[in-house]
């Protein structure tokens, strides 16, 4: 049951897609523009509150002055330096119910969980970009001449401030801090990692947004991927910007800012995942120098995992 490259394959595969010369120089940049942001957020009060925690509507400023919102929940009464989560969400939807934020926060972690920017939640999509914004995010700004403007890249600076601004609450200590996520938020927890490389631990399952010539070559038109060969259609139907346009989607291909994770990771993978291939997420997984581990389902696809959710809870246990 076998979609990919046999598991011997996958366990040296280091990925096809191309690296932009000046990717280092990209994201410092991209850094820099977040280290001048303030930390101030603004909290109200969600109408669902318990006995043991309290749950938050927050919102900041972000890059390009997008009003961003998250999910806060902490202990009542929480002692200070204790642990802390920040959860990224699949593509298109929202930071999910209160509840798996109730969970973690009643065994005193507090918990930030990101809206990203236009899609289910309430974040702002404030960016404005030369070309189409037809079909998806991944091709959003790919026309613009300004690398700058790609839509991920505003997001994946998000969850770097997203991250400080959890590791500044004076319930959290920022050396105790770990990231979640599953398929564009496993994406996002692995950059965030790598972005920000205090993060203690990372759990990332089945994530997306890697290797992206991969995905065009296998054909994948089943899912958020397939705005790659919906833009070759309308735009380059011969490939003759071919080698461009896959070095330009370099900037936001999480697979080159793996090595830059200094976190214990815990990746899960479906080995018949015809969403987010498994080569896709070994690409990257490969490229991880810090201690980690991968777990493989392989009588699954980017679907439901069993048990996932309680050993991504006995890691951060260990915060």
């Known amino acids: ?23 280092n120089e990209y994201w410092e940049r991209g850094l820099l523009e977040v280290n001048q942001l303030s930390l101030d957020y603004e909290l109200v009060p969600a109408d669902i509150q318990t006995d ?14 997008a009003k961003i919102h998250s999910k ?79 839509y991920y890249r505003q997001v994946f600076l998000d969850t770097v401030q997203t991250t400080r601004i959890l590791m500044s609450l004076e319930s959290v200590d920022p050396h105790r801090v770990g990231a979640f996520g599953i398929s564009q938020g496993g994406a996002l927890a692995i950059a965030t990692a ?8 990372v759990v990332a399952v089945y994530p997306f947004l890697s290797d992206y010539r991969r995905v065009w070559d296998m054909d994948i038109n089943n899912s958020a991927y397939a705005e790659i060969a919906e833009y070759f259609r309308n735009f380059d139907p011969h490939h003759e910007r ?3 346009m896959f070095t330009k989607l370099g900037y936001i291909d999480f697979q080159n800012l793996a090595e830059r994770i200094k976190a214990r990771t815990l990746w899960v993978t ?38 996932v959710s309680d050993k991504a809870f006995k890691r951060f246990l260990s915060l």
């Open 1 to 23: 049951m076998n979609i990919d490259m046999p598991l011997s394959e996958l366990k040296m595969y280091m990925g096809s897609s191309p690296k932009p010369e000046d990717f």
């Open 72 to 150: 806060l929940v902490r202990p009542k009464n929480a002692l200070v330096n204790g642990p802390g989560i920040v959860m990224f969400h699949g593509y298109s939807v929202d930071s999910g119910d209160w509840l798996d934020k109730i969970a973690y926060a009643a065994n005193g972690f507090t918990v930030l969980a990101l809206d990203c920017r236009g899609q289910g939640g309430l974040s702002e999509d404030n960016l404005t970009v030369k070309g189409t914004t037809l079909r998806g995010h991944i091709i959003r700004g790919i026309d613009d001449p300004n690398p700058d403007q790609f």
């Open 242 to 244: 071919d080698e461009e």
């Open 194 to 201: 790598a972005l920000q490389p205090t993060i203690k631990e």
């Open 52 to 65: 043991v925690v309290e749950c938050f509507h927050l919102y900041f400023i972000g890059v390009g002055g």
């Open 270 to 307: 479906g080995m018949i995942d015809p969403v987010c291939p498994p080569s896709s997420q070994f690409a990257a997984y490969n490229k991880i120098q810090s201690e980690k581990e991968i777990l493989l389902y392989h009588e699954f696809a980017h679907e439901f995992l069993p048990h």
